[in-house]
Each structure stands twice: as C-alpha cells, then as structure tokens.
C-alpha cells in the first residue's frame, strides 16, 4: 500500500497566487516526521520544510506552509505568491524508522506550473 | 554546506555491463541512500548504509549491490545492467538520527541519469 499519495500528477497556478499541493500519508507509529522537497528542471532535490508528528504549530519556511491535519493524515504544502521560479516537481515525503536509521519514502511528486 | 557529488551525471551503458555509480560527501555524515527516479514513480529507495561496511536493502533492491568502505564514499553497483535499469539515480545521505532534535533531512547529490541500450 502507498504510504505517501502525491493525487496531483501536475498543477498550473499564476504568478502571484498562492497554490496548494496535497500529500496524504499511511503510518501506525505515533513518531514520524513529514518533508517537502523541490526538484526544478536541473535535477537537484531541495528541502522546503520539516513537520514533526509532535509539533503543535504548522510549520512555516518563508513562502512555504505546511498544512498539517493529523486526523486526516494529511500534509498539504501551501506556496504563496508564486513565483517563477517555483516552476519545478515538488515530492512530499515521510521519515520511515527502521532498526539501524531512519529512511525517507517519497511520493510520486506533482509537476508545479506557474505562469505569467 | 553539504556536498554531496556524484561521480557522472550522464552514464550511457551496454545490457550485461557491470556499472558503478560513485557517491562521496564531505560533511561526515554516518547514512548514505541510493535511490532512482522514474517518472510517475517518485523516489524509490534502493539501498542504504548507517555506518562502514554496514549496509540495509530498501525497497527495490533486487538487481543491485552497494559498497561502503569509507565512510564518505557509498557506491552502487549494478552486476549487470538490464535496459529497466535505465533511471535516473539520486544519492543522498544524512546525519545520525540519535542527534537529538533534528529531523532526518537528506542532503542529495545532483544525480546520474543512467541509460542502458
């Protein structure tokens, strides 16, 4: 079963506006820890933003708000006023432990398009 | 900052070749993670390694071996490469997760965009 679901394969916003990407997540354990990454055209993965499963405010990394609902398990990445440059894959992913470290399990991503 | 490099960032390779992808970081970092990127497929993890010469199979593994001899270098090896090897493959890697308060965030290579004919 997918333990992170990316539902979005590309979204198109305008430049100004803000946007949200969905991430839902499947995990029985009480601690785990839910990353954005960005992946523009050159190929490099850039970290957004972290939310641990204990942290009581949203977490928040300058244009980028993580839309945390616990309950629904689901962690939602809010980019305001869009930009250009934010044209790229975005990949939401969840700290999975295992017995010597813990590992990343990423979703499918979804395809960001801002345009003029 | 953390530098992670890989060794080629395009690798062009023949069916039966054996193959080695390299990976070095330069900030002592204890995990290392091998993944591949597939369109529609996000990151799947292939191998990861804790510590020298220790090693753990992720979730596609099959067709892959790794070495880890120094703690900065962790190479991924294919014994020999098929054509559905063809991918691009991300190494990342991370501090020790006994850090107290730090999320586990990986810092990743560039990637090596692999095509088997």
């Known amino acids: 079963a997918q333990k992170i679901t990316q539902t979005q394969p590309g979204m198109f916003v305008q430049e100004k506006e803000a946007v949200t990407l969905d991430c839902t997540y499947d995990?029985?354990?009480?601690?785990?820890?839910l990353f954005w990454y960005k992946q523009p055209s050159s190929g490099e993965m850039i970290f957004l933003i972290y939310?641990?499963?204990?942290?009581?405010q949203n977490a928040t990394e300058g244009r980028y708000s993580l839309n945390f609902q616990k309950a629904r398990k689901s962690a939602n990445l809010v980019i305001s006023a869009s930009q250009l440059g934010d044209s790229a894959m975005y990949f939401c992913?969840?700290?999975?432990?295992?017995?010597?470290?813990?590992?990343?399990?990423f979703g499918t991503g979804t395809r960001l398009q801002v345009f003029p | 900052d953390v530098k992670v490099t890989q060794s080629s960032r395009y690798l062009v390779k023949r069916t039966g070749e054996k193959v080695f992808l390299e990976c070095v970081q330069d900030?002592?970092?204890?995990?290392m993670f091998w993944y591949r990127q597939d369109p529609g497929l996000g990151l799947r993890l292939i191998y990861f390694?804790?510590?020298?010469?220790?090693?753990e199979k992720g979730d596609i593994p099959e067709g892959y071996s790794v070495s880890r001899e120094k703690k900065e270098r962790f190479s991924l090896i294919l014994e020999s490469a098929s054509t559905n090897q063809t991918s691009m493959y991300l190494c990342?890697?991370?501090?020790?997760?006994?850090?107290?308060?730090?999320?586990?965030?990986?810092?990743f290579g560039s990637g090596t965009q692999l095509s088997v004919l």
């Open positions: 990342a890697s991370s501090i020790d997760r006994t850090d107290q308060g730090y999320p586990e965030k990986l810092f």
């Open positions: 992913a969840m700290r999975e432990p295992s017995y010597n470290t813990d590992k990343l399990i």
């Open positions: 900030m002592d970092h204890e995990n």
């Open positions: 390694s804790y510590d020298v010469k220790m090693k």
């Open positions: 995990t029985s354990d009480p601690s785990y820890g």
């Open positions: 939310q641990g499963s204990y942290d009581q």
